[in-house]
């Protein structure tokens, strides 16, 4: 019985008070979150080794530089602060 | 000799094998590898066997929704249908019909089975009256969502559950039209097939190049 059934706990949502749309939006945000269309989109078509190797190191320098601009975005928000001398 | 070597002291890896060849000593220090993995940083560090493990999902659903929004196993008794009909008698959520919808990029299919599995009734964007490219529109599947709904209801199957497969155009307009037509949705499931590298995998074709 639970073999059925089984696809119905996994990646399912409820729809209440008939708002499909949002339903739809948040099964979606899960989706895209655990990156299951990403992998749906590579494996339609076989991805050589040499454009694999090209596609990863290309996400881990991305990904770095991300996360290095958020630091000093950061970092430099700390400017935003009240004026210590407001009388000058 | 090598018997000799291995009944004093169990290797665990290649490389304590290879050490202990090398050093030819008795003195059994068992080197573990427990701080990295060698291929952790590198290019070729690539998960060939990715765990099957259904986790809960990684967005907590039920805060988005402000109640509860994931099925859970509890949820497969519960009663769905209209209270104020008393004609009609209320069904449990694992008896209902589910409607498949395959979306892919150039046309979707539409296929309605019962709570068991057998099928019952199919269209798709030819059957409405689409050609060629044209069955791989919204419009399209909106069509194809309002002729399934008008055929559900003629049935009186007002309550139904939705599984989503593939990424395509015709994936939210499908189930609009089926809303369009007066059918109530209850859930809407996702089975978009994700291929996982193990021995039997057939390799997929190779790029277009246009």
């Known amino acids: 019985m639970w073999n059925v059934h ?3 706990l996994a990646r399912t ?6 708002e499909v749309d949002l339903a739809y939006r948040a099964l979606n945000r899960v989706l895209n979150n655990e990156e299951v269309f990403k992998t749906a989109r590579l494996w339609e078509r076989y991805e050589k080794p040499f454009r694999k190797r090209g596609r990863l190191c290309y996400e881990k320098a991305h990904e770095i530089y991300n996360n290095e ?15 210590p001398w407001p009388w000058n | 000799m090598l018997n000799h070597l291995f009944s004093r002291f169990v290797p665990l890896s290649i490389s304590t094998i290879q050490q202990s060849l090398r050093t030819l ?5 068992q080197y573990k590898r427990s701080h990295t993995d060698i291929r952790e940083g590198t290019v070729r560090e690539v998960n060939l066997h990715p765990e099957n493990i259904q986790t809960p999902l990684s967005i907590d659903v039920d805060k988005y929704y402000g109640g509860s929004g994931q099925v859970r196993e509890t949820d497969f008794e519960k009663l769905i249908g209209d209270t104020n009909n008393p004609e009609v008698p209320q069904m449990k959520y694992e008896d209902l019909p589910i409607v498949h919808m395959k979306c892919t990029r150039n046309n979707t299919i539409v296929d309605v089975s019962d709570c068991t599995g057998q099928q019952i009734f199919r269209t798709s964007c030819g059957v409405v ?7 791989g529109t ?4 909106q069509a194809v969502g309002i002729h399934m709904g ?3 209801s003629r049935r009186n199957m007002k309550h139904v559950r939705v599984v989503v497969k593939g990424t395509g155009p015709g994936r939210l307009m499908a189930i609009k039209g089926l809303q369009l037509a007066g059918i109530d949705i209850v859930t809407i499931t996702d089975n978009t097939s994700i291929p996982t590298l193990h021995v039997g995998l057939q390799r997929p074709k190779k790029m277009r190049r246009v």
């Open chain 2, 138 to 141: 919204t419009t399209a599947a």
């Open chain 1, 6 to 8: 089984s696809r119905f």
């Open chain 1, 13 to 18: 949502v409820w729809v209440r008070n008939g």
């Open chain 2, 25 to 29: 000593s008795f003195t059994s220090i």
């Open chain 2, 129 to 135: 009256g689409f050609h060629n490219a044209k069955k």
């Open chain 1, 69 to 83: 601009m958020e630091r000093k975005i950061k970092f430099l928000m700390r400017k935003n602060r009240a004026n």
């Open chain 2, 150 to 152: 008008n055929n559900l």
